[in-house]
C-alpha cells in the first residue's frame, strides 16, 4: 500500500512550498542546513548587530558558553550579572575567557542578580534579558516586579519558534511556558504578542491557528468558547495584524486534507503559521512531542515586556540558545522604529 505525503511535506520528507503569503523579508533558508529555518532567522539577525544582553546569573557551563557563542555569533554583546568568583569558577570549568565579555558583579544570589539584570534594561544598558542558571520563576519576578519598570501594557506570554523537519516554514506556538489557564483576555494579549513576533520574523500577515480539542464550538469544551469569540474579536480589530480561524483540532489545523475531510472552508487550516493553544498543560507536550519525536528544533521569547527576555531550559542546546537570542535581536529591530515615532 503507497502512503501520500500529506500537504507541505514530499515523500521523502523534504519541504514542499504551499503557502500563499507574501514572500519573507528574510534569506532563503539553506536546505543542506539541519533546520533551515531558524538558520535563516539567524542570519537574518547577524545582518541587524549585536543586542546588549543582560545574562542574570550565568553560574554554570552552558549560560558561559552560550554567552560566548552568541557574542562569536555577532549577535549579542553579553553581560554577565552575577557573582564573579562563582563566574570565574565556571568560567574555568568551560574554558571561557571572561576578558572578552563584561561582568556586571552582584551578591551571589539568583534573586539579586535578576533584580540587577533587569534594572540594566531599565536603564538602557541592556535591550534584552536572558536566563542563566537561576530558576525562570526567580527572573520573571525579576522582570515583571514593579520597580523593575519593564511591564507593557498586555500580559507577558511565551512564543516558541519551531524548525520541524519537513515544514516549509517556520511554525510558532504560544503558550506553553508561562500562563497556566489563560482566561479569555489573556489569550487576546497572548495571540497579539505572537503575531507581533511573526511580523518581526517577517510573516506580514500571519494565519493563527487556535487550537482545542475539536473543530465545532462545544459548550462542554470551554477552549472552543474561548477560540470563537478570539475569531470574532480578531473580526473587531481587537486583535490585528493576523488572520484567525478557531476551534481547529491539531489535525485539520495543520493537514489541509484533514480540513478538506471534514468540510472546514479556512485561509488557517492546513497551514497555519500559528499555533495558539488552550493552556500551558496542552501547548507543552505538543511542542515537547514535535521536538523529541518529530527532529524539531525550537527557540523561543517571553514577549509583553519593554524587553524580550530569553527564557532557556537546561535542557536547550546551545543552537536552541543562539536561535532564541536571533528572535531577540529581530524582535528588537522590530519594536525600535514603533518607539522613535512614540
Known amino acids: 500500500m503507497s502512503l501520500r ?51 542574570a546569573y550565568p553560574c554554570d557551563r552552558n549560560s558561559l558558553e552560550s554567552a560566548r557563542a552568541a557574542a562569536r555569533a555577532g549577535l549579542a554583546q553579553p553581560i554577565l550579572v552575577g557573582p564573579r568568583a562563582r563566574i570565574a569558577a565556571a568560567a574555568a570549568e568551560a574554558d571561557v ?53 519593564l511591564r507593557g501594557v498586555r500580559r507577558a506570554s511565551h512564543v516558541f519558534v519551531l524548525d520541524v523537519p519537513g515544514m516549509d516554514r517556520p511554525l510558532l506556538i ?16 497572548i495571540a497579539q504578542n505572537a503575531i507581533e513576533l511573526a511580523q518581526a520574523l517577517g510573516i506580514a500577515r500571519p494565519r493563527v491557528a487556535v487550537l482545542s480539542a475539536v473543530e465545532t464550538v462545544n459548550p462542554a469544551i470551554p477552549g472552543t468558547i474561548d477560540a470563537a469569540a478570539l475569531c470574532k474579536m480578531a473580526d473587531r480589530g481587537q486583535i490585528r495584524g493576523g488572520v484567525l480561524d478557531g476551534p481547529l483540532a491539531f489535525d485539520n489545523a495543520i493537514s489541509a486534507q484533514s480540513a478538506r475531510n471534514k468540510g472546514i472552508v479556512s485561509e488557517v487550516a492546513g497551514r497555519p503559521d500559528l499555533l495558539l493553544v488552550p493552556s500551558l498543560e496542552a501547548g507543552n507536550m505538543v511542542y515537547k512531542q514535535l521536538v523529541y519525536m518529530a527532529g524539531a528544533e525550537c527557540a523561543g521569547l517571553v514577549l509583553g515586556l519593554r524587553v524580550p527576555v530569553v527564557l532557556t531550559s537546561r535542557s536547550d542546546s546551545v543552537a536552541s540558545r543562539i536561535a532564541s537570542c536571533a528572535l531577540a535581536v529581530l524582535m528588537g529591530a522590530a519594536a525600535a522604529p514603533l518607539e522613535q515615532a512614540a
Not at 21 to 46: F, K
Request: hydrophobic share 45%; proline share 11%.
Open 97 to 149: 575567557d571572561l576578558g572578552a565579555l563584561r561582568l556586571h558583579e552582584t551578591a551571589d544570589d539568583p534573586v539579586a542578580a535578576a533584580a540587577a539584570a533587569a534594572a540594566l534594561c531599565r536603564d538602557g544598558q541592556a535591550q534584552a534579558l536572558m536566563k542563566g542558571s537561576l530558576h525562570s520563576d526567580e527572573l520573571l519576578a525579576a522582570a515583571l516586579a514593579r520597580e523593575a519598570g
Open 174 to 189: 504560544s503558550d506553553c511556558v508561562v500562563n497556566i489557564a489563560p482566561t479569555l483576555v489573556d489569550k487576546r494579549d
Open 5 to 55: 505525503a500529506p500537504p507541505g511535506f514530499t515523500a521523502s520528507g523534504a519541504p514542499r512550498p504551499t503557502s500563499t503569503r507574501p514572500a519573507m523579508a528574510l534569506p532563503e533558508p539553506a536546505t543542506a542546513h539541519p533546520h533551515p529555518h531558524l538558520h535563516a532567522l539567524v542570519e537574518a539577525a547577524r545582518e541587524r548587530g549585536p543586542l546588549p544582553l543582560a545574562i
